[in-house]
């Protein structure tokens, strides 16, 4: 982990945001250093996007304090603004102008100077590995390339830190693990980047330290293996009972550990799976039963009681 131990350069005191009657922030703090690759992880209406617009300057605090890059993002947007790349969930690119164009064009938000802009444009298709669709109107890219060509235009400023929202939501696995790969590089290049994402094996592939986020609030933060290993353990056993409506089960398979039920399946979070199964054995007849790695996915079930893909 490519982390810096000089002040973080994004610091939250009770951050909130609310809309009307519906408080989507909740009073959260947190604080992100340079170098860090930092997940914010949570189902569809967690609070993730909100905080990252919050972040990125373009959605006011309702209440608390932010600041990015030692700047208050109420004071001085401006100059948070020109320090952040941002790749959007949405592909919001020119359909009517090429690839490099489309480079180009963003970068003079910026006030970049065109020259530098387009050799900056030139070095990012090849990152992103769009040098042969340079010329390309953006329409005839495919999901993945679209996705791509946002990642390079979030680069063009060469910014601090790199915000990606839900980066690789409808990817295939191919382009996901690019994306994936190009984050690895940036973070070893000593950018700061924070991702929205619902993915899982995405946050722990890429992510330093993620933050649960349910109902507005940070429920657990830490290293994903860390924060497997206190909510989840190593390993989880899942059983599928012959008989679901046996009196005696749900006390049966709690005695044994922490248990939750998806649909026919309970899971039971044992420290020792091989002994636990062969306990429950004795007691309850299974159609079915396996023992596999813990997840961050188990962590956050077991932490809210609801799936991460709502």
């Not at 979070?269 to 007691?283: K, V």
């Amino acid at each position: 982990m490519n982390v810096s131990t000089s002040e973080p350069l994004v610091i939250a005191r009770g951050l909130t945001k609310r809309f009307a009657d519906l408080t989507a922030v909740d009073h959260i703090d947190f604080a992100i250093q340079p170098g860090e690759v930092v997940g914010f992880l949570g189902p569809n209406g967690a609070g993730k996007t909100t905080t990252i617009r919050m972040v990125t300057c373009t959605s006011p605090l309702s209440e608390g304090s932010l600041l990015v890059f030692g700047l208050d993002v109420t004071s001085h947007p401006r100059e948070v603004k020109a320090q952040i790349g941002v790749v959007p969930q949405d592909n919001n690119y020119d359909p009517d102008l090429s690839v490099t164009q489309n480079l180009i064009t963003y970068g003079r938000y910026y006030r970049l100077d065109p020259k530098a802009t387009t050799r900056r444009a030139r070095e990012l298709l090849e990152f992103v590995q769009l040098t042969d669709k340079a010329d390309a109107r953006v329409d005839e890219l495919s999901g993945g390339m679209k996705r791509r060509l946002i990642l390079a235009r979030g680069l063009i400023n060469q910014p601090r830190m790199l915000v990606l929202d839900e980066p690789t939501t409808g990817l295939d696995p191919q382009a996901r693990r690019l994306i994936w790969q190009r984050i690895r590089e940036l973070r070893h290049s000593g950018v700061t980047v924070i991702i929205t994402t619902h993915y899982m094996d995405e946050a722990e592939q890429v992510c330093d330290r993620v933050l649960v986020v349910d109902a507005g609030r940070v429920i657990a933060q830490g290293p994903p293996a860390a924060l497997v290993a206190q909510f989840a353990g190593s390993e989880v056993l899942e059983v599928i009972p012959e008989n679901p409506e046996q009196p005696d089960l749900l006390a049966t398979l709690a005695s044994c550990g922490h248990v939750q039920r998806l649909g026919d399946k309970y899971e039971i979070f044992a420290g020792d799976c091989p002994n636990t199964l062969e306990t429950i054995r004795t007691r309850v007849k299974l159609v079915s039963f396996g023992v596999r790695r813990a997840s961050l996915e188990d962590v956050f079930i077991r932490l809210t009681g609801k799936e991460l893909r709502d």
